[in-house]
């Protein structure tokens, strides 16, 4: 038993976890791996099984207090839709990330109350300083396509500069719910930090 954790031995590569009194089946990460690589070895006879799922909810995103310059200090890559990329101003990105955070709360049967006009046009009167993003470029591969299929990126720091009030509360969901595109491979997450 380590760190609250108990690990039993099943088939090679395999395992269970239990924490809690809870048990979930893991597959050892070189196995993952190959099972995910184009040609790669399958996991085994039988695919892992979910023996527990939870859904975590937290109350509350912290939104900085009011200021007047911010970083989006990009901690995976982002990859921008169309008008999104912030090379081109501040207010395709907060439309993409308002369409985001709008479609993740019709998903969860939710709300959000908020003039989407008034934030893009605060978003317009901010200036932004995309000099510190640079292009990334990787490949990851498909089990279903059984290729490599290449991706692209920009990492890097953003600097915001202006009326920031407004966009603040947007901008600090941003950084839980991440922005552009290939969110779901982890894609887009960002720190938000005030600069003095």
Not at 3 to 22: D, E, I, M, Y
Not at 75 to 97: N, S
């Amino acid at each position: 038993m380590r760190n609250g954790l108990s690990a039993g031995v099943g088939a090679p590569g395999r395992g269970t976890v239990s924490a809690g009194g809870r048990a979930v089946e893991v597959v050892t990460a070189w196995r993952a791996l190959a099972a995910h690589r184009p040609g790669g070895a399958s996991p085994g006879p039988a695919a892992p099984r979910l023996l527990d799922r939870r859904l975590e909810t937290v109350e509350g995103v912290p939104v900085p207090p009011a200021a007047e310059a911010v970083a989006l200090e990009f901690v995976t890559p982002v990859c921008p839709r169309g008008g999104a990329d912030l090379r081109h101003g501040l207010a395709g990105f907060a439309g993409a990330l308002l369409n985001r955070v709008f479609g993740l709360a019709r998903w969860l049967d939710t709300d959000v109350d908020c003039d989407r006009r008034a934030l893009l046009a605060a978003a317009d009167a901010v200036r932004v300083d995309a000099a510190g993003l640079w292009p990334m470029a990787w490949r990851r591969g498909s089990a279903k396509q059984d290729r490599w299929l290449p991706m692209e990126g920009e990492a890097g720091t953003v600097f915001l500069e202006g009326p920031l009030g407004p966009l603040l509360p947007l901008l600090a969901l941003g950084a839980v719910v991440h922005a552009g595109a290939r969110t779901t491979f982890g894609l887009g997450a960002y720190r938000l930090r005030v600069v003095a």
